[in-house]
C-alpha cells in the first residue's frame, strides 16, 4: 500500500496512526515533495470509481485561489488531472493506493471496510 500524504495535515495525521494501531504496512509518500503525477492520477482516478472532483482538495488554499470551484467543470478529464498533478496542495489527502484499493480522505469506517483483510488487532 501507499501512502501519499502531508504531514502537516491532521487527518493525514490520524490516518498514519489508523494505519500503525492496525500494523497494516505501507510506504510513506510526502505528498509536496514527491507530487503524484499524471499516470499515477488517472489510474487511481480509474480504479477508484469515484468522481475525479474527489480527488480535489477543495478545502486548500491553492484551490480556493485559483477558483477552481467554478473553473472545474468546464475542464476536461485530462485537463483537471494534469492540474492535479501540477502541485500535490491541490491533492486531497491522504491516498491509500493499492492493488486493488484505493482511498481518498481518511474516514476511518470506510478505511475499515476496505482494509478487513489486513487489520491484525
Known amino acids: 500500500m501507499l501512502l501519499i500524504q502531508y504531514p502537516k495535515c491532521s487527518?493525514?495525521?490520524?490516518?498514519?496512526k489508523w494505519l500503525n494501531?492496525?500494523?497494516i504496512p505501507y510506504t510513506d509518500r510526502?505528498?509536496?515533495?514527491?507530487?503524484?503525477?499524471y499516470d499515477e492520477?488517472?489510474?487511481?482516478?480509474?480504479?477508484?470509481?469515484?468522481?475525479?472532483?474527489?480527488?480535489?482538495?477543495?478545502s486548500g488554499l491553492v484551490y480556493k485561489e485559483m477558483q477552481l470551484k467554478?473553473?472545474?467543470p468546464a475542464l476536461s478529464e485530462?485537463?483537471?488531472?494534469?492540474?492535479?498533478a501540477s502541485n500535490g496542495m491541490l491533492v486531497k489527502r491522504p491516498i491509500l493506493a493499492g492493488d486493488t484499493t484505493v482511498l481518498v480522505g481518511f474516514r476511518e469506517p470506510e478505511w475499515a471496510a476496505?482494509?478487513?483483510?489486513l487489520i491484525k488487532d
Open 11 to 16: 487527518t493525514c495525521q490520524r490516518a498514519v
Open 21 to 23: 494501531d492496525h500494523n
Open 30 to 37: 510526502h505528498i509536496v515533495e514527491n507530487n503524484p503525477t
Open 41 to 58: 492520477l488517472k489510474q487511481w482516478y480509474e480504479k477508484s470509481g469515484l468522481p475525479l472532483k474527489r480527488f480535489f482538495n477543495t
Open 70 to 72: 467554478e473553473k472545474l
Open 78 to 84: 485530462e485537463e483537471q488531472l494534469k492540474l492535479l
Open 114 to 117: 476496505h482494509m478487513a483483510e
